[in-house]
């Protein structure tokens, strides 16, 4: 389409010529002269006086005479006030989502009798298995190799990848999300030591509560509860590789990123952000609006909103404090 016409689909304010065609996205270190890029994080402004791309997505603040260009060239820029959202709203129109797989039920998929299917746009993959008195709501995707046990419900809207396991009695609402290798409901850690020093396991008899419009990445591990409930609150995205223990609460809108581990029974508030490979111990609270840096370990309850950081998390000014602290003494000692 003419550049023109991506300036008022995205609602930007087009400066330079608006008779390019443009039919793809490219990366601004990438970009091909019929390709739109876009600058949403200031990192990325070193690579504008050298992109070749046909047209830039800059933010309404971006001043593109600090940057002078090698070819002398005048780039057209299409001005919005967040460019990271023009470049999804734009991909989503560039590139069409495909169907991931046909609606029906694949003929090698094994369903229970007494399992509730509704009859609605609902597609099953190969050789996935739904177990007794399952609930499976309308516009469902269940990719092949997906396991669900016994009395899980998952709502409408659902997009499940492969091969994951929804253990029995979790309630998946509507507009979730879950890719693949992930297990959710499985037992939680419990062991009890005995006399003699070996271990009794601890029954788990609670269940997994997973909210609408949540995303899970690929091979995360959610545990069922001792008791009660393992809650996953709505508008949580989890990336890779996450342990969420026994009886453990996000609250809405938290995001934690890559290889973060939490111990049981702790709660974590609303809109947080949790960075990759952050370790919190079991039974504390964690306040909304708070930001762990990556690799931070959480010992106590954090009960003010803020960035912390740390081997033992603390807020983050007195962290770089007290490593300047020790970086003047190494000094001094040499």
């Given at each position: 389409?003419?550049?023109?016409?991506?300036?008022?689909?995205?609602?930007?304010?087009?400066?330079?010529?608006?008779?390019?065609?443009?039919?793809?996205?490219?990366?601004?270190?990438?970009?091909?002269?019929?390709?739109?890029?876009?600058?949403?994080?200031?990192?990325?402004?070193?690579?504008?006086?050298?992109?070749?791309?046909?047209?830039?997505?800059?933010?309404?603040?971006?001043?593109?005479?600090?940057?002078?260009?090698?070819?002398?060239?005048?780039?057209?820029?299409?001005?919005?006030?967040?460019?990271?959202?023009?470049?999804?709203?734009?991909?989503?129109?560039?590139?069409?989502?495909?169907?991931?797989?046909?609606?029906?039920?694949?003929?090698?998929?094994?369903?229970?009798?007494?399992?509730?299917?509704?009859?609605?746009?609902?597609?099953?993959?190969?050789?996935?298995?739904?177990?007794?008195?399952?609930k499976?709501?309308?516009?469902?995707?269940?990719?092949?190799?997906?396991?669900?046990?016994?009395?899980?419900?998952?709502g409408?809207?659902?997009?499940?990848?492969?091969?994951?396991?929804?253990?029995?009695?979790?309630?998946?609402?509507?507009?979730?999300?879950?890719?693949?290798?992930?297990?959710?409901?499985?037992?939680?850690?419990g062991?009890?030591?005995?006399?003699?020093?070996?271990?009794?396991?601890?029954?788990?008899?609670?269940?997994?509560?997973?909210?609408?419009?949540?995303?899970i990445?690929?091979?995360?591990?959610?545990?069922?509860?001792?008791?009660?409930?393992?809650?996953?609150?709505?508008?949580?995205?989890?990336?890779?590789?996450?342990?969420?223990?026994?009886?453990?609460?996000i609250?809405?809108?938290?995001?934690?990123?890559?290889?973060?581990g939490?111990?049981?029974?702790?709660?974590?508030?609303?809109?947080?952000?949790?960075?990759?490979?952050?370790?919190?111990?079991?039974h504390?609270?964690?306040?909304?609006?708070?930001?762990?840096?990556?690799?931070?370990n959480?010992?106590?309850?954090?009960?003010?909103?803020?960035i912390?950081?740390?081997?033992?998390?603390?807020?983050?000014?007195?962290?770089?404090?007290?490593?300047?602290?020790?970086?003047?003494?190494?000094?001094?000692?040499?």
């Amino acid at each position: 389409m003419k550049l023109s016409e991506v300036a008022k689909l995205i609602g930007g304010e087009l400066t330079g010529s608006g008779e390019i065609d443009i039919i793809n996205i490219g990366k601004i270190e990438s970009a091909l002269g019929n390709e739109i890029t876009f600058i949403a994080n200031p990192v990325y402004e070193k690579y504008f006086n050298g992109t070749a791309a046909g047209a830039v997505i800059v933010s309404k603040r971006f001043n593109p005479e600090r940057y002078e260009r090698l070819d002398g060239k005048k780039i057209p820029l299409i001005r919005v006030e967040d460019p990271y959202l023009a470049f999804l709203e734009l991909l989503d129109i560039l590139s069409p989502k495909t169907e991931l797989q046909k609606i029906g039920i694949h003929e090698t998929a094994v369903i229970d009798d007494t399992a509730e299917i509704s009859d609605e746009d609902v597609r099953i993959g190969a050789h996935s298995f739904i177990g007794a008195k399952v609930k499976v709501g309308k516009r469902v995707s269940i990719l092949p190799n997906t396991v669900i046990l016994a009395g899980s419900e998952i709502g409408d809207d659902v997009l499940i990848y492969p091969n994951v396991t929804i253990n029995a009695g979790t309630v998946i609402c509507r507009k979730v999300i879950i890719h693949s290798g992930t297990v959710i409901g499985s037992d939680g850690f419990g062991q009890a030591r005995n006399p003699d020093g070996t271990f009794q396991k601890i029954p788990q008899k609670g269940i997994v509560v997973i909210e609408e419009d949540v995303e899970i990445g690929s091979n995360c591990s959610i545990d069922r509860a001792t008791i009660g409930k393992t809650i996953i609150h709505k508008g949580v995205k989890l990336d890779n590789q996450i342990q969420i223990a026994h009886n453990v609460e996000i609250g809405e809108n938290t995001v934690i990123a890559a290889q973060s581990g939490i111990a049981g029974s702790t709660r974590i508030g609303k809109n947080c952000m949790i960075g990759g490979k952050v370790g919190i111990v079991g039974h504390i609270e964690i306040c909304d609006n708070v930001i762990l840096t990556a690799a931070s370990n959480v010992s106590k309850s954090i009960t003010k909103p803020g960035i912390y950081s740390g081997y033992r998390a603390q807020p983050q000014m007195m962290e770089l404090r007290q490593e300047a602290l020790m970086r003047n003494m190494m000094k001094k000692k040499e």
